[in-house]
Antibody, heavy 118, light 107 residues
Framework: EVQLLESGGGLVQPGGSLRLSCAAT????????MSWVRQAPGKGLECVSG????????HYAGSVKGRFTISRDNSKNTLYLQMNSLRAEDTAVYYC???????????WGQGTLVTVSS | EIVMTQSPATLSVSPGERVTLSCRAS??????LAWHQQKPGQAPRLLIY???TRATGIPARFSGSGSGTEFTLTISSLQSEDFAVYYC?????????FGQGTKLEIK
């Protein structure tokens, strides 16, 4: 059974940093692209970043480019999102999804809430 | 960036009814179109990929059609557990983009 478990969310001040993690089980992690999708409170879904299976190919939404970095450790079956220079508009539930930059998302984690506020 | 537009925004329907949700892309996306269902407080769940292929475990009452720029999701007979928000998603181009969602409400 595929499971994706996010962690690392919390309250951070504007300008601060957070690193999100997504632990994956139930599939051969290294052979699949992965993505981070966020949902602001009461809003729709926004794909913020995606990465290929080997980690060599990364993509970012314009709203986060230069501030967020996606990475993966295939030896630990874990996906990461390093978020720097956080802004109030980055406040959202962040979901980890199985599927890369040009794939459908066939499994989603339960999400982790990031709140950027002073 | 490809803009995905869903209609209607909200649909009030009764259990047992047949419903059709629409999704339009601002550029052609071939058949690289998925539908996701999201219930309050839950993560989205994949229903349909490749515009018309049901994901694992999805009941046959859900069906998808279309290609290019016009797509539909049909639920043949609404069950109580189907009242949720439905999002279309194109994955033909980066950034992947979602529609704003269609909310199915109980009439």
């Amino acid at each position: 059974e595929v499971q994706l478990l996010e962690s690392g969310g919390g309250l951070v001040q504007p300008g601060g940093s957070l690193r999100l993690s997504c632990a994956a089980t139930g599939f051969t992690f290294s052979t699949y692209g992965m993505s981070w999708v966020r949902q602001a409170p009461g809003k729709g879904l926004e794909c913020v970043s995606g990465i290929g299976g080997s980690g060599g190919s990364t993509h970012y939404a314009g709203s986060v480019k230069g501030r967020f970095t996606i990475s993966r450790d295939n030896s630990k079956n874990t996906l990461y999102l390093q978020m720097n220079s956080l802004r109030a508009e980055d406040t959202a539930v962040y979901y980890c999804a199985k599927g890369g930059p040009l794939d459908d998302f066939d499994y989603w984690g339960q999400g982790t809430l990031v709140t950027v506020s002073s | 960036e490809i803009v995905m537009t869903q209609s209607p925004a909200t649909l009030s329907v009764s259990p047992g009814e047949r419903v059709t949700l629409s999704c339009r892309a601002s550029q052609r996306v071939s058949s690289n179109l998925a539908w996701h269902q999201q219930k309050p407080g839950q993560a989205p769940r994949l229903l349909i990929y490749g515009a018309s292929t049901r994901a694992t475990g999805i009941p046959a009452r859900f069906s998808g059609s279309g290609s290019g720029t016009e797509f539909t999701l049909t639920i043949s007979s609404l069950q109580s557990e189907d009242f949720a928000v439905y999002y279309c998603q194109q994955y033909n181009n980066w950034p992947q983009t979602f529609g704003q969602g269609t909310k199915l409400e109980i009439k």
